[in-house]
């Protein structure tokens, strides 16, 4: 499974590869994905060039202070996104072995294989 997999890269690149690779699993998982995904980046596009503020609407938002797994559950596509980049590049950057996350993000990587392991019950991994 790509999240027990060891790092060989930045851990910015390792998170930004596990971000777009979670939105595989989100596509799999919802036949919403594409229509909310474009309709965030259509907002954030939006008000920056309309307020000029890039991040008056950040749907890559989370509280990394707060407890991260009803944010993961309530988040919206990008947010989720943006967790589990946050999460992947925390564990190699601490030097975690495979599977190893800290303690924060432990039930949402939990939450996560879980997700994994019913699409792969559905044969599609």
């Known amino acids: 499974m790509w999240l027990n997999k060891p790092y060989n890269a930045s851990p910015s690149a390792s998170g930004a590869f596990g971000h777009e690779v979670y939105h595989v699993i989100q596509a799999d998982q919802s036949g919403s994905f594409l229509t909310e995904a474009i309709g965030l980046q259509a907002a954030s596009t939006l008000t920056e060039y309309y307020f000029g503020e890039p991040f008056a609407f950040d749907p890559y938002s989370f509280d990394p202070s707060a407890s991260i797994l009803p944010q993961f559950l309530h988040g919206n596509v990008e947010a989720q996104g ?3 980049q946050s999460m992947i590049a925390d564990s190699a950057a601490h030097g975690y072995p495979r599977g190893k996350v800290s303690s924060q993000y432990q039930e949402t990587y939990d939450e ?7 699409c792969k019950k ?3 991994y």
């Open 112 to 118: 996560i294989l879980r997700r994994c392991r019913e």
């Open 82 to 84: 943006a967790i589990v």
């Open 122 to 124: 559905k044969k599609k």
